[in-house]
């Protein structure tokens, strides 16, 4: 109940395409839903996030859908570019108490110039 | 980075030996974090802070452990280091919204 499923792997986009990224979930207590960019060598770095009242959040090229009835929710990047190259990783947690986070297991994303 | 600083960068070391990394922020913050990093298994929770002398296990603590003496410092050990601990440690604070977590730039660890 606490895994958090990330598909696909790595993914391939040409620059100015769309990249989809898709994870689901199992416990449905999670409430907040972030999605963390991470370039070599770094730290991951929150990019954006979504809480379970909301079916889509869109922030800039980055667009998060929400669909709380099917456990499902996946990051959108409209008109992809090379600068976007990263790895992206899913999560969800829940915000009382101790507040474990629970990651998928990330999606590299190659843009092809 | 929220006032994260992590230490070494970069360790090798031998297999049986211990090793201790360490995790310093600057900000206050009561919530700390150890992820290790493996391909294919995203960020895995090794043990987590609450408060000084707070601590408690995450998901992958076998063979690790952890002390907080200050709010500041938060202490990753590898009692005897396994080839198996190789791996990208992350330390990571929460927010003050309870919602984000901020993460530090690792410690890349080789137990040969």
């Known amino acids: 109940q606490q895994q958090v499923k990330q598909s696909p792997q790595s993914l391939i986009v040409q620059k100015g395409g769309i990249s989809i990224i898709n994870c689901a979930y199992e416990n449905t207590a999670f409430d907040y839903f972030p999605w963390y960019q991470q370039f070599p060598g770094k730290g991951p770095a929150l990019l954006i996030a979504?809480?379970?009242?909301?079916s889509e959040k869109k922030e800039g090229r980055f667009t998060i859908s929400f669909n709380k009835s099917a456990k499902q929710f996946s990051l959108h990047i409209m008109d992809s570019q090379p600068g976007d190259s990263a790895t992206y990783f899913c999560?969800?947690?829940?915000?009382?108490?101790?507040?474990?986070?629970?990651f998928g297991t990330g999606t590299r994303l190659k843009v092809l110039a | 980075d929220a006032g994260i600083t992590q230490s070494p960068r970069h360790k090798v070391t031998e297999t049986g030996t211990p090793v201790t990394l360490r995790c310093h922020q600057t900000e206050n913050h009561r919530y700390m974090y150890w992820y290790r990093q493996d391909p294919g298994h995203g960020l895995r929770l090794i043990h987590y802070s609450y408060g000084v002398k707070d601590t408690d296990k995450g998901e992958v603590s076998d063979g690790y452990s952890v002390s907080r003496s200050k709010t500041e410092d938060f202490l990753l050990t590898l009692e005897s280091a396994t080839s198996s601990q190789t791996s990208v440690y992350f330390c990571a604070i929460r927010g003050r919204d309870n919602e984000k977590l901020f993460f530090g730039s690792g410690t890349q660890l080789s137990v040969l």
């Open positions: 979504i809480r379970p009242d909301v």
């Open positions: 999560a969800a947690s829940i915000t009382s108490g101790t507040y474990k986070y629970i």
